[in-house]
């Protein structure tokens, strides 16, 4: 799998700090951790994360005051809580501080391995697929930018590749112009004419499909947006 994801690892215990780098770098995610909570307060300021596994019993500022923060601030970012505290109050404190999952120490790294990959699904499924691979009947090379059609082999620009990428991750799912442009782009819509999304497609089908005045492809939904499926 190719996996640009980055995780952010906070953890205070060197073991399971060392575990959980290990595990994860051997998955493919880039992997930066923080040993305290002010540590990981810098890193966060400093990077971008697709994830961030959070302990709650951190020395200098715990877990929960980290959580707490980075959503008062409107931080986005998926958190998955790790914590020795087993009580259902701590997991429901968790998550109404803000956080997206918990897991309870000790914990199977192929459970965390699971949970890692359902939220990312929800929050980027193009994350989890990989730069070859099959969209309809066309071969793609994400990291060539090149396409395989029927007709031949044709380049395909970056962004061109982007749009693909998350069609492919959201299969048999109606995407809308917003999402889609918020996704890909980036950017929030707020202000921006989603024209722009529809031009970008019609680009796309005239590389993919064979009619793109009838696309069998990525399909259009009136008042709603596009669909791929298989």
Known sequence: MDNNTKILVVEDESAIRKGL????????????VAVDGLQAQRS???NHFDLILLDLMLPKISGEQLCRQWR???????I???TAKGLEKEKILGLN????????????????L??????????DPAKLVSSNFTFADIEVNIAALKVKTPAGEKPISKLQGNIIRFFAANCGRVISRDELYEKVWGESTEGIETRTVDMQIAKLRSIIEQNPAEPKIIKTVRGAGYLYEL
């Open 21 to 32: 780098c290990d595990f994860l770098i051997f998955h493919d995610f880039e992997v930066i």
């Open 114 to 123: 699971a949970r890692i990959n359902a939220i990312l699904r929800r929050t």
């Open 72 to 78: 008062q601030d409107g931080l986005n970012t998926p």
């Open 44 to 46: 966060v300021a400093e």
């Open 80 to 82: 998955i809580m790790l």
């Open 97 to 112: 501080l803000g956080a997206d999952d918990y897991v309870t120490k000790p914990f199977s790294l192929e459970e965390l």
